[in-house]
């Protein structure tokens, strides 16, 4: 297999086979991520491609399910996706379920039309790394794109009938801007229908912009509570029928699941349990441990 650089796969999908298309994030500019900073963004030689599947195929001929790396193939055009998944469905001829991560404006060079056809050649469902809903905090991380691009690309996935994901990063407005953050993330993502909504809290990593920011006294992180007070505001906000996750460092509350309307009030009471009663040192540790995103 030609898996090369930083490759990242999505842990709550299935793990095997993953088939790595692109190498590099395209966009590479937001400030508090390091995962691709020393890979330039390019497609894998197609030939590296059809190898690889072609050494699926012979481990796994009967496989319906695979993930699409790294970071952003979704960014790829029409003219540049389809191709591959046609290449998909020849090797593996029981495909049924093709999944990819990508960003919001990876959508803006493809129509509905077109992706309705990447959802017939198998492609399900998209994990959006949306951030922020805040045009504040969108523009505050470099993140690339504004809130009615959120809107409008969300829009067009749903009349192509393909699921998404949308990810609420908790914590990167800093203190100033934290509830702002939370409340109109909330908005945003509550104008949309994704199938999932995911949250995970900021950890500031070596040689990001804004860990340099928060060294020079301009960017305030939040306490482990002020991220759980931010996440409670957000889940208040949030009026999705969608299942919901949390990489929050929290201590064994059942957060994660499906059917987030229903279980939005224990969701809330076990983050109000969590700001009165938890163990903020021990949350601090973990997040400290971690080596990235
Ligand atoms: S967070 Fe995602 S879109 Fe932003 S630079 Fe990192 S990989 Fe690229």
């Not at 906000?237 to 949390?246: A, Q, V, Y």
Request: proline fraction near 4%.
């Amino acid at each position: 297999m030609h898996f090369t650089g930083t490759v990242y796969r999505n842990p709550y999908w299935a793990t095997f086979p993953l088939l790595q298309i692109t190498e590099g994030c395209t966009h590479n500019k937001c400030k508090f991520c390091t995962m691709y900073k020393d890979v330039d963004f390019r497609m894998q030689p197609m030939e590296w491609i059809e190898d690889d599947l072609r050494e699926i195929a012979e481990i796994a001929p009967d496989a319906k399910t695979i993930q699409l790396l790294s970071a952003n193939p979704l960014a790829l055009s029409f003219d540049k996706l389809s191709p591959i998944l046609e290449m998909i469905n020849k090797y593996l001829p029981k495909m049924e379920y093709i999944y990819t991560a990508g960003r919001v404006d990876d959508l803006k060079n493809k129509t509905a039309e077109q992706l309705k056809v990447l959802k017939e050649l198998g492609m399900r469902e998209i994990s959006l790394g949306v951030e922020s809903g805040d045009d504040w905090t969108l523009e505050r991380i470099n993140k690339g794109y504004r809130s009615e691009d959120i809107l409008e690309q969300c829009h067009k996935l749903e009349d192509a009938g393909i699921n998404y994901w949308m990810t609420f990063l908790n914590g990167v407005a800093g203190r100033e801007h934290s509830i702002d953050h939370a409340v109109n993330s909330a908005k945003i993502f509550s104008q949309c229908k994704p199938m999932l909504v995911g949250t995970g809290g900021l950890t500031l990593f070596p040689s990001t912009p804004l860990l340099e920011e928060a060294k020079r006294g301009e960017f305030s992180p939040l306490s482990e509570k002020e991220m759980l007070i931010e996440l409670k505001t957000f889940v208040e906000n949030l009026d999705c029928d969608c299942s919901f996750i949390t990489h929050h460092t929290i201590s064994g509350k059942n957060l994660t699941g499906p059917d987030f309307l229903k279980r939005k009030d224990s969701i809330i009471a076990s983050l109000d349990d969590e700001i009165k009663h938890g163990d903020m040192d021990r949350m601090a540790a973990v997040r400290n441990r971690k080596r990235t995103l």
